[in-house]
């Protein structure tokens, strides 16, 4: 039997949840916080899936050694509700050990005065205006791919996300020859639709793992919080 390859899945959180959640005919009608991902759970599947699907005597089976979760966190002050939830979940989902969440606070824009400095409430907070956006979740994903693909006790790294400022990332790990990579996709098999990265260099092959409906669902987070 093939040895197994010890693997370390890097989760660019937002992007493989809300990617699902609009992808899937299912959880379209659901709201985005009924459909939250379970990291270990969703790791587990794409380990799974995966490995079944290796052709025997060419592929080598996985065995899930690392999950490491990026995610924006909503600020204290200006969403007390969303920061509260944020740390529940992290500590959830931290309960296995091979799982570890880093939570990078999101970038708010303000109300402004025609002096162009920043607004205030009644109580001297500065006033937010539209959505809170990720900021350098990206790198931090970057940089973990990279990092992994390096670690001598990891033999293969599997990038989740279809976010395309990511592709550096890929084609440094391939340049360097450290560990095998590999990538996921949601893949709606009614609408025959998938969001999957690639690298620069396609003529080369790159394993893509893809994770249908059932397996979306099977990554769901049953905790209220």
């Known amino acids: ?57 060419v592929g080598q089976p996985a065995v899930l050694r690392k999950v490491l979760v990026y995610r924006g966190q909503p600020s204290g002050e200006h969403d007390p509700d969303g920061y509260n939830r944020s740390q529940a979940q992290k500590a959830q989902w931290e309960r296995d050990q091979r799982v570890t969440v880093t939570l990078r606070p999101l970038k708010y824009h303000y109300q402004r005065h025609v002096t162009g400095r920043p607004a205030h409430d009644i109580n001297g907070v500065k006033i937010p205006i539209g959505r809170p956006q990720e900021k350098g979740v990206d790198v931090l994903c970057a940089l973990a791919t990279v990092r992994e693909a390096r670690n001598p006790a990891t033999d293969l790294v599997i990038l989740a996300t279809s976010d395309s400022d990511l592709v550096p990332a890929l084609d440094e790990v391939r340049i360097s020859g450290s560990a095998k990579v590999e990538t996921f996709c949601w893949y709606d098999a009614q609408t025959k639709t998938k969001f999957q990265l690639h690298p620069t260099d396609r003529s080369r092959p790159l394993w893509n793992t893809q994770l249908g409906e059932m397996e979306f669902r099977a990554s769901w987070d049953p905790t209220r919080y």
Do not use: C
């Open 1 to 57: 039997m093939d040895a197994e390859l010890r693997a370390s899945v890097i989760i660019d959180y937002q992007n493989v949840h809300l990617t699902g959640h609009d992808l899937f005919a299912s959880a379209k009608n659901w709201p985005r916080h009924e459909t939250l991902i379970d990291p270990l759970r969703f790791a587990n599947q794409l380990i799974a899936t995966r490995n079944k699907r290796q052709r025997p005597g």
